[in-house]
T-cell receptor, first 112, second 114 residues
Framework: TQLLEQSPQFLSIQEGENLTVYCNSS?????LQWYRQEPGEGPVLLVT?????EVKKLKRLTFQFGDARKDSSLHITAAQPGDTGLYLC????????????FGTGTRLQVTL | KAGVTQTPRYLIKTRGQQVTLSCSPI?????VSWYQQTPGQGLQFLFE???????NKGNFPGRFSGRQFSNSRSEMNVSTLELGDSALYLC?????????????FGPGTRLTVT
């Protein structure tokens, strides 16, 4: 079983601060996705990275896939209250086309 | 385009009963996956259906089953409910044939077993 460990588990910061969330595994993934989930809703896909070393930007969010495709990071610049939510990484293990493995989650709270 | 819909949104059942949850994928999506989300275990994969066939299965007991209809709508069933089955059950649909590549989630069904 491929496990994806996320750190930190919880993060409470003030508006305007920067933060980084990490997603680590000992296994190699063919692709990795990041989702954000708000209370009472299902996760919403933010980005998919497929190439080792790939960096993608989505406004104030920067996603990076590790060179060895075993880890990823999410960096948020100048966090806003609207960024509050549960951030989940999800990896698609090599060789299995349809069985996503989700990370343990990082709960982010951004206050004014 | 309408998103993934799940019914019911909330459900309260008693231990030993059975429950059926329904999921309608985004139009054109043929892959439907089901997940269980709990505070302790996080989001765990239950199974995935594509063209009415179960393509992949997670590590859940046989009490958890599912099916997919010709219009891609899917149902999951849990028999002989246990207290530990209380969770948010999420359905996700995917456009690509391989599934799992980009998942579009519904709002979930919150199941409480008493």
């Amino acid at each position: 079983t491929q496990l994806l460990e996320q750190s930190p588990q919880f993060l409470s910061i003030q508006e305007g601060e920067n933060l980084t969330v990490y997603c680590n595994s000992s296994s190699v993934f063919s692709s990795l996705q990041w989702y954000r989930q708000e209370p009472g809703e299902g996760p919403v896909l933010l980005v998919t990275v497929v190439t080792g070393g790939e960096v993608k930007k989505l406004k104030r969010l920067t996603f990076q896939f590790g060179d060895a495709r075993k880890d990823s990071s999410l960096h948020i610049t100048a966090a806003q209250p609207g960024d509050t939510g549960l951030y989940l990484c999800a990896g698609l293990p090599t060789g299995t086309a349809s069985k996503l493995t989700f990370g343990t989650g990082t709960r982010l709270q951004v206050t004014l | 385009k309408a998103g993934v819909t799940q019914t019911p949104r909330y459900l309260i059942k008693t231990r030993g009963q059975q429950v059926t949850l329904s999921c309608s994928p985004i139009s054109g999506h043929r892959s439907v996956s089901w997940y269980q989300q709990t505070p302790g275990q996080g989001l765990q994969f239950l199974f995935e259906y594509f063209s009415e066939t179960q393509r992949n299965k997670g590590n859940f007991p046989g009490r958890f089953s599912g099916r997919q209809f010709s219009n891609s709508r899917s149902e999951m069933n849990v028999s002989t409910l246990e207290l530990g089955d209380s969770a948010l059950y999420l359905c996700a649909s995917s456009l690509l044939e391989t599934g799992g590549y980009e998942q579009y989630f519904g709002p979930g069904t919150r199941l409480t077993v008493t």
